[in-house]
């Protein structure tokens, strides 16, 4: 066994040695997780602690789970907890299919040029800013000049205010960001499909199945783990809604519905300065995001046989 072990180390260590200028590549990004990503990670003390600004982290007191009491204790948490898990399933259920089917629509777009300007098209609002995307969803939600109520009124109907409508609200957060993120997150899958052997569909066409049953049996398959890897990662940001763009279209009029754990922590931990209760915050989100990748990628590998790791 020790053998085995030592002539083990022996190959890799020659690997390294003869691979040397690729693992050398490999310290810029391996810097930049640990300053940026790793490094971090000391400030989770001040969730533990009553953080002063001017003691800093090494002489505020330790308080213990203070502050995690006073979390689950707080009604609001409960409320921010529940709009940031219905806006986030809400996004999956929409946006997550609708980028498959983005992916399997522009997979059919034989004539080349045609599939490079849907891409773009397609691609487009991601690079868009979410300063730029609120400002064209206000634009276009306005119930005095906005073209949606303008639609709506000529139906017949009445204007609607959507951004000031706890029922409209976390709808106008679910489809903006769907308008904004689905074509790009085709791109994975787009990849994925370039990897099915196209010998498949042409067998499958000799024996007369149609796109649709091609799509079912052959291509939805091909790009199963791609699927499973993409949902598992979309689970473990959960409790992440997209703080920058409820901050840009909400008021306090849809706190109700449209205040996520973002936004809270923002508002509890920069403008109320209570540091230690948002890191507490985001401690909580950091380890509910974790258990679900967990839970997530085995009940993965029991189900389907396939999981990220």
Request: hydrophobic share 50%.
């Amino acid at each position: 066994m020790r053998k085995n072990q030592k002539s083990d180390i022996k190959s890799n260590l020659a690997m390294v040695r003869k691979n040397y200028d690729l693992y050398l590549l490999l310290i810029p990004g391996l810097v930049f997780v640990i300053l940026i990503r790793y490094m971090p990670m000391y400030g989770l003390v001040t969730a533990f602690q009553d953080y002063n600004i001017y003691r800093g982290i090494t002489e505020s007191p330790f308080v213990g789970f203070k502050h995690f009491q006073a979390l689950f204790g707080s009604p609001k948490f409960y409320e921010v907890l529940i709009n940031t898990l219905v806006i986030s399933f809400g996004k999956i259920l929409v946006s997550f299919p609708l980028s498959i089917l983005i992916a399997l629509m522009i997979n059919e777009i034989r004539l080349v040029i045609c599939k490079r300007i849907f891409q773009t098209i397609l691609y487009l609002p991601h690079f868009l800013s979410w300063v730029i995307v609120s400002g064209l969803v206000i634009t276009a939600l306005s119930p005095s000049t906005g073209m949606v109520n303008e639609f709506i009124t000529r139906l017949g109907g009445k204007t609607i205010s959507f951004l000031m409508d706890n029922a409209w609200f976390p709808w106008v957060i679910i489809l903006s960001e769907t308008w904004k993120e689905s074509g790009y997150g085709a791109i994975v899958f787009i990849a994925a499909l370039s990897g099915i052997n196209q010998e498949l569909y042409e067998a499958a066409a000799v024996d007369g199945a149609g796109k649709l049953k091609q799509i079912i049996h052959i291509t939805l398959p091909g790009i199963l783990s791609v699927i499973i890897l993409m949902f598992v990662l979309r689970l473990g940001g959960i409790l992440s809604v997209s703080t920058e763009q409820v901050l840009l279209l909400y008021n306090p009029t849809v706190y109700k519905t449209g205040d996520v754990l973002g936004t809270y922590i923002y508002r509890t931990g920069v403008a109320l300065s209570n540091y230690s209760y948002a890191t507490a915050l985001g401690f909580f989100e950091s380890l509910v995001g974790l258990s679900l990748v967990f839970i997530g990628n085995t009940v993965s590998r029991k189900a389907y046989g396939r999981s990220v790791w």
